[in-house]
C-alpha cells in the first residue's frame, strides 16, 4: 500500500495565537516558531507537543486583553491635552485676535488712515515693534506687539511710549489695551488726533533711565473707509 | 509583541510633551519659587532696576516687602506667596528721591481678597537731621463703621528708609499727615494729606 504523502499544516497554525498581547502568547510563538524549523510539513511527522496543545487551549479561554489600562490611560490623557491645547489654538488664529473689533471701534469715529510700520525698538531685554499706525479725527492709535525675554511677571508698561510730532510737543495718551499671548503680548495704544499736515512722528521710549526713539515717516498711505 | 511596546513607550512621550506644552500655554508655570525670584522678575518685566535692596522686610509667612533704591529712585516691592510660588504684587515702581527736599514719600494700598491686602506708606529720607518720621492715620473699619486713629514712628537708619506697613483687613486707610523730626523731637520737615 503506497503511503500517501500530504502537506498539511500542524493544527496549531490555525490559531491566532498572535493576538493575545500577553507572556503566553510570546511563550506559544516562540515555541511554533522552533516546531517548524525542526518539522516539514510534507513528512507529515509532527510531534504532537504536549504543552503546546495544552498552552493553545489554555490561551483560547483567556479573554482577549489586547487592551490594556495603560494605553486607555494615555490615549485618554492624548486626547484630552490635545482637544484643550485646540482651544488655546484658536484664539490665536490671525482672524480671532480681536483687532478686527478694535478697527471696527476706530471706524466708528469716521475715516480711518492706516499705515503700515513694522519699526521694532529694543526695551532691555524684550522687543517692541510698532506694527501699524491708525489715524482718526477724534485719536490716534498704534497697534503693537511685544515679545518678552522672560513672559512673566507685569505687562508692558505703556505709559512708558510717547508720541511726539515734528516739534517735539506731546500727543497725550489716552489709554491701551492689550492681550497677552505665551511670547509676550500685543495691544493697542490711543492717543490724541494728528494735527493736519504731520507727517513725521517720533515715537520716543522714555522710562526711568531707559530711552529709545522711532522716526516715523507717514508717506506710504494705506487708506481704509 | 516588541513593537506594541515601542509604541506604548512612544504614546507616554506624547503625553508628556503635550503637557509640558499645555503647562507653558495656560501660564501654569509662572511665577518664582523665592521672594527674591520673584522680586527680580517684578524689577525685570517693569523695566527698572535691578535696585540694590537696602531692607527686606518680612510681613507675615506668605508677603514680602523688598526696600530698595535705584539711581535717583527708591521703592518697596511687595511679593506673595500663593501655592507655593511667589508673585509680584504691587509697588515695583520706582519713586523720586528729590534730593532738594528733606523726604520723598509714596504709598501703595492694596485691598484685594478676603485676607486683604497691604496697606503700605513709604519713602526715603534726603535730610540727614531727620532720625524720626511719624505718620498719622485713620483707619476705617467698613463693617463697624468705626474709625481709628493712630500716629507710628520709625527710627531712621543708614538705608535712609522707611516702611509703615498694615493688613487692610476690610479698612479703609486715610493717611493724614507725615512728619520728619529731628535728635530733639523738633519738626523739620510736616506734609498734610488730608
Given at each position: 500500500?503506497l503511503?500517501?504523502?500530504?502537506?498539511?499544516?500542524?493544527?496549531?497554525?490555525?490559531?491566532?495565537f498572535?493576538?493575545q498581547?500577553?507572556?503566553?502568547g510570546?511563550?506559544?510563538?516562540?515555541?511554533?516558531?522552533?516546531?517548524?524549523?525542526?518539522?516539514?510539513?510534507?513528512?507529515?511527522?509532527?510531534?504532537?507537543?504536549k504543552?503546546?496543545?495544552?498552552?493553545?487551549?489554555?490561551l483560547?479561554?483567556?479573554?482577549?486583553?489586547?487592551?490594556t489600562?495603560?494605553?486607555?490611560?494615555?490615549?485618554?490623557?492624548?486626547?484630552?491635552?490635545?482637544?484643550?491645547?485646540?482651544?488655546?489654538?484658536?484664539?490665536?488664529?490671525?482672524?480671532r485676535?480681536?483687532?478686527?473689533?478694535?478697527?471696527?471701534?476706530l471706524k466708528?469715529?469716521g475715516?480711518?488712515?492706516?499705515?503700515?510700520?513694522?519699526?521694532?525698538?529694543?526695551?532691555?531685554?524684550?522687543?517692541?515693534?510698532?506694527k501699524?499706525?491708525?489715524?482718526?479725527?477724534?485719536?490716534?492709535?498704534?497697534?503693537?506687539?511685544?515679545?518678552?525675554?522672560?513672559?512673566?511677571?507685569?505687562?508692558?508698561?505703556t505709559?512708558?511710549?510717547?508720541?511726539?510730532?515734528?516739534?517735539?510737543?506731546?500727543?497725550?495718551?489716552?489709554?491701551?489695551?492689550?492681550?497677552?499671548?505665551?511670547?509676550?503680548?500685543?495691544g493697542?495704544?490711543y492717543?490724541?488726533?494728528?494735527?493736519?499736515?504731520i507727517?513725521?512722528?517720533?515715537l520716543?521710549?522714555?522710562?526711568?533711565?531707559?530711552?529709545?526713539?522711532?522716526?516715523?515717516?507717514?508717506?506710504?498711505?494705506?487708506?481704509?473707509? | 509583541?516588541?513593537?506594541?511596546?515601542?509604541?506604548?513607550?512612544l504614546?507616554?512621550?506624547?503625553?508628556?510633551?503635550?503637557f509640558?506644552?499645555?503647562l507653558?500655554?495656560?501660564?501654569?508655570?509662572?511665577?518664582?519659587?523665592?521672594?527674591?525670584?520673584?522680586?527680580?522678575?517684578?524689577?525685570?518685566?517693569?523695566?527698572?532696576?535691578?535696585?540694590?535692596v537696602?531692607?527686606?522686610?518680612?510681613?507675615?509667612?506668605?508677603?514680602?516687602?523688598?526696600?530698595?533704591?535705584y539711581?535717583?529712585?527708591?521703592?518697596?516691592?511687595?511679593?506673595?506667596?500663593?501655592?507655593?510660588?511667589?508673585?509680584?504684587?504691587?509697588?515695583?515702581?520706582?519713586?523720586?528721591?528729590?534730593?532738594?527736599?528733606p523726604?520723598?514719600?509714596?504709598?501703595?494700598?492694596?485691598?484685594?481678597?478676603s485676607?486683604?491686602?497691604?496697606?503700605?506708606f513709604?519713602?526715603?529720607?534726603?535730610?540727614?537731621?531727620?532720625?524720626?518720621?511719624?505718620?498719622?492715620?485713620?483707619?476705617?473699619?467698613?463693617?463697624?463703621?468705626t474709625?481709628?486713629?493712630?500716629s507710628e514712628?520709625?527710627?531712621?537708619?543708614?538705608?535712609?528708609?522707611?516702611?509703615?506697613?498694615?493688613?487692610?483687613?476690610?479698612?479703609d486707610?486715610?493717611?493724614?499727615?507725615?512728619?520728619?523730626?529731628?535728635?530733639?523731637?523738633?519738626?523739620?520737615?510736616?506734609?498734610?494729606?488730608?
Amino acid at each position: 500500500m503506497l503511503k500517501q504523502s500530504v502537506c498539511v499544516d500542524p493544527p496549531w497554525l490555525f490559531f491566532d495565537f498572535q493576538r493575545q498581547n500577553n507572556a503566553l502568547g510570546d511563550r506559544i510563538f516562540h515555541r511554533v516558531k522552533r516546531l517548524e524549523r525542526k518539522n516539514d510539513r510534507c513528512t507529515g511527522n509532527w510531534v504532537a507537543d504536549k504543552w503546546l496543545l495544552r498552552s493553545l487551549m489554555k490561551l483560547r479561554s483567556m479573554p482577549l486583553k489586547n487592551v490594556t489600562v495603560g494605553m486607555i490611560a494615555r490615549r485618554l490623557l492624548i486626547f484630552v491635552f490635545a482637544t484643550l491645547l485646540l482651544f488655546q489654538l484658536v484664539d490665536w488664529l490671525p482672524w480671532r485676535d480681536g483687532n478686527r473689533l478694535m478697527i471696527a471701534d476706530l471706524k466708528n469715529d469716521g475715516r480711518v488712515t492706516a499705515y503700515p510700520v513694522n519699526r521694532k525698538l529694543n526695551m532691555d531685554d524684550d522687543t517692541f515693534t510698532l506694527k501699524e499706525l491708525y489715524t482718526t479725527s477724534k485719536r490716534t492709535a498704534i497697534r503693537y506687539s511685544f515679545r518678552k525675554k522672560v513672559r512673566d511677571g507685569w505687562s508692558f508698561p505703556t505709559a512708558s511710549v510717547k508720541l511726539l510730532n515734528a516739534s517735539g510737543k506731546e500727543l497725550v495718551q489716552h489709554g491701551a489695551s492689550s492681550t497677552g499671548v505665551p511670547w509676550g503680548e500685543n495691544g493697542w495704544i490711543y492717543f490724541d488726533p494728528l494735527p493736519a499736515g504731520i507727517n513725521k512722528l517720533t515715537l520716543r521710549y522714555d522710562w526711568y533711565d531707559r530711552q529709545g526713539e522711532l522716526l516715523i515717516l507717514l508717506e506710504k498711505e494705506e487708506s481704509t473707509e | 509583541m516588541k513593537i506594541s511596546r515601542l509604541g506604548g513607550v512612544l504614546e507616554w512621550c506624547a503625553v508628556l510633551i503635550l503637557f509640558m506644552i499645555l503647562l507653558w500655554v495656560s501660564g501654569l508655570d509662572r511665577g518664582s519659587f523665592t521672594a527674591q525670584g520673584a522680586h527680580e522678575l517684578s524689577e525685570r518685566s517693569y523695566h527698572y532696576g535691578p535696585s540694590k535692596v537696602v531692607r527686606k522686610v518680612q510681613v507675615d509667612q506668605d508677603t514680602v516687602v523688598f526696600l530698595g533704591t535705584y539711581k535717583q529712585w527708591f521703592s518697596a516691592d511687595t511679593v506673595t506667596r500663593s501655592h507655593l510660588k511667589w508673585h509680584p504684587s504691587g509697588g515695583v515702581a520706582g519713586v523720586p528721591k528729590n534730593p532738594e527736599k528733606p523726604l520723598a514719600y509714596s504709598w501703595d494700598i492694596n485691598s484685594t481678597g478676603s485676607d486683604g491686602g497691604l496697606a503700605k506708606f513709604y519713602g526715603y529720607v534726603n535730610d540727614p537731621d531727620i532720625v524720626t518720621v511719624e505718620l498719622d492715620v485713620v483707619m476705617e473699619d467698613r463693617s463697624s463703621n468705626t474709625a481709628t486713629s493712630g500716629s507710628e514712628r520709625q527710627s531712621i537708619s543708614d538705608d535712609h528708609m522707611f516702611l509703615f506697613v498694615w493688613k487692610t483687613e476690610g479698612r479703609d486707610f486715610r493717611w493724614q499727615s507725615i512728619k520728619g523730626l529731628d535728635r530733639e523731637g523738633k519738626v523739620r520737615y510736616e506734609n498734610k494729606l488730608q
